[in-house]
């Protein structure tokens, strides 16, 4: 570009900086409309819709404490943060990149002050001779996105991070649950997105821990059978078990349904009580 001489010049201020480089080996990936940016693996576990749907059913008040079995990349935390101002919530990861990630993930989205991550297996939390974990009973509100897979019904997978995220012990589903309602005071809830034909397990689990629980399924079309569940309960509550209408995802098309766009999109709340 050509330029004229001039007496003196004025200077130009600096460019704005770049967004931080995505690693290699890892996607950004957009979640409540692209108001969150997600860190992921490439190849492994990468959470999706379901953790959105179940953040969206913690019905938490700011200056609330949470706690999240499984924390993964952050993504139901984050969610749930970004909803909802001057929350505290305390995650568990056994996977060593998966825990790095999500405080990464909780930096970049300037959310930091609302997240903490444990490395660590989340049956330690039943100890209580470990320093750095919380007390039980300490949290408003607990909740997690388990595994869905058992060990002795699939082929384990070459991807490690996958196969730690994908493998469940046939008593694991049901200590995630005893430890989720272990961390939450009387009166504060418990909440677990899981598939559908976990359902049983799940009540069994929930059975003299947690009344009033709701049963909000997820279907993927009108007319089709529920391929999800959130299950919420109160612990110490003696109300009844209630199955809610649910939740299609899907119109006729592709297109998310006006009342599923509203959360993924959105970010609003599924209230379930």
């Known amino acids: 570009m050509q330029m004229t001489a001039v007496t003196q010049t004025t200077p130009q201020a600096p460019p704005a900086s770049a967004p931080a480089a995505v690693p290699a080996s890892l996607t950004e990936d957009g979640f409540l409309g692209g108001r969150l940016k997600i860190l992921q693996p490439e190849k492994g576990f990468r959470a999706g819709i379901d953790s959105v749907f179940l953040a969206a059913t913690i019905n938490c008040a700011p200056g609330e404490t949470l706690f999240e079995a499984g924390i993964g990349t952050g993504v139901a935390a984050l969610c749930v943060a970004s909803r909802v101002a001057n929350v505290h919530i305390t995650g568990v990861e056994i ?26 297996d989340v049956k330690d939390a039943m100890r209580r001779d470990l320093a750095n974990w919380p007390e039980h009973g300490s949290f408003s509100h607990a909740f997690a996105n388990p595994p869905f897979f058992d060990k002795d019904k699939i082929t384990s997978s070459s991807n490690s991070l996958r196969a730690v995220a994908n493998s469940f012990g046939p008593e694991d589903l049901e200590l995630w649950v005893k430890i989720l309602c272990t961390m939450v005071a009387i009166r504060g809830t418990v909440t677990v997105v899981h598939r559908t034909e976990a359902l049983g397990r799940l009540l069994t689990a929930m059975e003299g821990k947690l009344g009033d629980i709701r049963i909000a399924p997820l279907y993927a079309r009108e007319g089709m059978a529920a391929s999800r569940i959130i299950v919420q309960g109160v612990k110490g509550s003696k109300g009844p078990l209630q199955l809610l209408p649910g939740l299609v995802l899907h119109s006729s098309g592709s297109q998310f349904t006006p009342e599923a766009e509203a959360i993924l999109r959105d970010g609003l709340a599924w209230r379930l009580r």
Do not use: H, P
Not at 104 to 114: D, F, G, I, P
């Open 95 to 120: 996977a060593t990149r998966y825990a790095m990630m999500a405080e990464q993930n909780a930096k970049r989205n300037e959310l930091e002050s609302a997240i903490r991550v444990i490395k660590g």
